[in-house]
């Protein structure tokens, strides 16, 4: 067979189209798609159309106006949601002695020094979401780099997981604070809460996180910062949200 000169020859590429579940087709119908709705619009129809059987998470996917090779340009913010965005996150607080009672009554689940460091060293079993440290602990924590890094739990100053202040960090991760940031395509993904949740609520969460990350943009971004907002519940359909508002 003759080619087009300039043009390579390739193998057929063979493309795997998922079937949708006739559930969603029907859930999408109710979506305008060529719409961009309100906040409050967009939340309602987000919560109409988590029909799982399980609850839903409902999930706000931004595309940003960033340059992910320059590293000036990364968004990384760190926020208390006003409500609970879902499962309440189990708290690990490496502490010295005289802070165990701080973190034990601000409701930290798992709370030690060295010992607790060693446990884990040994055991490689992190039964918790989240870590805190003082400063103090963070050398001593640093023997567990490579159990806790890869997990994402190693306490970090960027993501005010290091502290003197034992009982703030513990109290604020306990009412939904979140460290959101870009990934290697330059969105940003975070639930806001579930589907069951007060729509007021998800509204003042959504507003909270658009908030944060439009204080965030950077310097060096150019044009538009945030190009699209999309809500969409756990397998529902996008539901597409005014990015001027």
Do not use: W
């Amino acid at each position: 067979m003759r080619s087009d000169p300039g043009v390579m020859n390739h193998a057929p590429t063979t493309i795997i189209t998922m079937a949708r579940s006739k559930r969603y087709t029907e859930l999408k119908k109710l979506v305008d798609a060529k719409k961009l709705y309100t906040p409050a619009e967009a939340i309602e129809l987000v919560k109409k159309t988590a029909t799982t059987k399980f609850e839903s998470t409902i999930e706000v996917h931004a595309n940003l106006g960033i340059d992910i090779k320059k590293s000036d340009q990364l968004v990384r913010v760190t926020i208390v949601l006003p409500h609970a965005a879902g499962k309440m996150k189990r708290v690990c607080a490496f502490v010295p002695s005289d802070k165990e009672k701080d973190a034990t009554d601000a409701g930290a689940e798992i709370v030690g020094g060295e010992e607790l460091i060693e446990k884990i060293a040994q055991t490689g079993k992190c039964d918790f979401d989240v870590a805190v440290a003082t400063p103090d602990m963070m050398p001593k924590i640093a023997k567990l780099a490579k159990i806790l890094g890869p997990k994402g739990l190693m306490p970090n100053p960027k993501t005010e997981t290091v502290s003197t202040n034992v009982k703030k960090m513990v109290e604020e991760l306990k009412k939904g604070k979140v460290t959101v940031k870009n990934d290697s395509t330059g969105n940003i993904h975070q639930a806001i809460g579930k589907a069951s949740n007060d729509g007021k609520n998800l509204i003042e969460n959504f507003e909270t996180l658009m908030a944060a990350i439009r204080k965030a943009k950077p310097a060096g971004a150019k044009g538009v910062f945030i190009k699209s907002i999309t809500l969409t519940s756990t397998m529902g359909p996008a539901v597409h949200v005014e990015t001027s508002i």
